[in-house]
């Protein structure tokens, strides 16, 4: 049950919420303005992180729309109050691949679907550590074989902006021509979907900063996921002594607006995959782009993988998971969809993820029967079976929440659709 708020509390959340929008969308500049805005008030006048949480649980029970920037500004106040308790060095490395994100890094005056992402960052990461002295940041892009040169705009831009001591950018295919370590499996960047460069910008961000406490993080190319709750997303692994924390946009924490209808899909393939990956029990939402390691976990788990491609997360996941129990927290976040030119479709990576799941499953997994089975099963499916699954899942799945996925074994394989 949520503690009572004191009556100035209560007036100070009506007051906020009252100049929130009904509607957000982080690309739009006055937008985030607002949410900058609130979480400064916020900040400015409460500075006890367990006063702001007993607020972020009465909003949790608010439906009214009016209440999502408000929602979203408690949780970058926690964040930022977190990151102001950091007294000791601590180097952060946030790192983002981008491929045909030639029009989103540009600004809205400059494209339609421009988010300007790029400058963004850059000032979440600003406004997140401004008081934070002994913290120190970068951020790396990582162009993942773009044909219309991203990682070139990307280039420019941190150039024309004096961005250089923030913000820096590498290719994949140097990586692959140079014969670096997190690249010797490639030939070619078309073999990877931003896996490859995300590791390449992990491999980087370790092999340059080898001295005192740092965090990789990696995250999206676009705005969904705002910067400023790097604070509550490394806090497990700076405090509890975790080694993976991932943002999770399926904890009752939550805060998520998503615009398309992905949501039968994607408990379809959730639960499909927690057939053959048993060691992630605890962990729904693998995709998130928005996850933290300490530094000194990453050698031993980016070396020698086998997917470089859309499902890298979980095989990240697994990796850490074998190298030492509980050693991964899951964290509530906010994420506001934007998809407006979005580069990935609606159906089309739930297939070949699931199939190199079923390789992960084989090199990783102690094997089973029933895991054996839903291998087998995936790996003779075609995109013309699968599109039929997608239209016949099976409703023990549908009615069910992904949570409960831990547990539930009703549906087997010859429940689902037969080629």
Known sequence: MTPPLSESTEQLIHQLTAKSPKEIDLTRDDHADIVYDLTNTLVSLIDDRSEISTIESYLSDQEEKGTLALRLAVMLAKSKLWVRTLDTP????????????????????????????????VGQLEWLFEQSPSVSWELIIVDDGCPENSGGIAKQIIEENNLRSKARVLFLAEAIEQGLDPAKSLEDTSQSQKGGSIVYGMWDAVHRNKEGRHIVIYTDADLSTHLGQVGALIEPIQDSGKKVAIGSRREPGS???????????????????????????????????????????????????????????????????????????????????????????????????????????????????????????????????????????????????????????????SDLYQP
């Open 255 to 413: 805060v998520v607006i998503k615009k398309a209808g992905r949501n039968n899909r994607g408990k379809l393939f959730i639960y499909i995959w927690k057939q053959m990956i048993p060691v992630l029990g605890h962990i729904i939402d693998t995709q998130c782009g928005f996850k933290a390691f300490d530094a000194a976990i990453v050698p031993h788990i980016i070396d020698d993988m086998i997917e470089s491609k859309f499902a890298f997360d979980i095989e990240l996941l697994v990796r850490s998971a074998l190298a030492e129990k509980d050693s991964i927290a899951k964290v509530p976040i906010a994420w506001i969809d934007s998809e407006a030119a979005s580069t990935t479709t609606d159906i089309q990576p739930y297939l070949p993820m699931l199939k190199s799941i079923a390789k992960m499953y084989a090199r990783y997994m102690e094997p089973n029967a029933r895991a054996d089975e839903f291998a087998k099963y995936v790996a003779g499916l075609t995109d013309t079976d699968f599109g039929e699954l997608l239209e016949q899942i099976p409703e023990a799945i549908v009615q069910r929440e992904p949570v409960e996925f831990n547990e539930f074994k009703g549906v087997g394989v």
């Open 90 to 121: 601590l180097t952060i490395s946030v790192v983002f691949a981008v491929y045909k994100e030639h029009n989103r890094i540009r600004t809205r005056s400059e494209h339609p679907h421009g988010e300007d992402f790029l400058r963004k960052k």
